[in-house]
């Protein structure tokens, strides 16, 4: 579905839901609640009205954020180099290992990109080893990050 068709869907209580839960998400035992009592709206509609934004794929997840490096981790831009009869295997495959938070397309020579959290950068080096023995994929670039620019991306719809 095309995003301005995406963009007629929405209300402005859809709207302003989707504003509310890019960042800052409440750290409570009823975040949903919260976010409901802030923008004057009942805890069922907040709740449905996010369900339903994740069947129309609006919404894609909705997880916590950490900085790896802090807490013992490290992380790794990859690209691969995928034919395209082989892209859903080599997503599927990829989509598998717990520490892929980003699985996705481009148009380019290297056409599938995902990002890895690890505790050590030897492990992701072993999955990315396993990946291309699962698919048949060997090249598999592994970018490790030597600067982290990190910006805040909130839109206001």
């Not at 960042?23 to 369900?51: C, H, M, N, W, Y």
């Not at 490096?69 to 180099?81: E, N, P, R």
Request: charged content about 30%; overall charge negative; aromatic content about 8%.
């Amino acid at each position: 579905m095309s995003n301005e068709k995406n963009m007629e869907l929405l209300d402005s209580d859809d709207r302003a839901v989707l504003n509310r839960i890019q960042s800052d998400f409440p750290i409570t035992s009823q975040p949903f609640k919260t976010i409901a009592e802030e923008l004057g709206l009942d805890e069922k509609d907040v709740l449905s009205r996010t369900d339903r934004l994740k069947q129309l794929g609006i919404i894609r997840r909705i997880g916590g954020n950490f900085v790896p490096g802090k807490l013992g981790f490290v992380s790794t831009l990859c690209a691969a180099k995928v034919p395209p009869d082989k892209v859903e295997k080599f997503a599927d495959t990829v989509n598998r290992y717990p520490g892929v938070t980003h699985n996705y397309l481009r148009e380019n020579e290297y056409n599938v990109w995902f990002t890895f959290i690890s505790p050590s950068m030897e492990e992701i080096e072993d999955n990315l080893k396993k990946i291309s023995e699962d698919t048949g994929i060997t090249d598999i670039l592994n970018l490790p990050a030597t600067k982290v620019f990190k910006i805040k991306a909130q839109f206001n719809l």
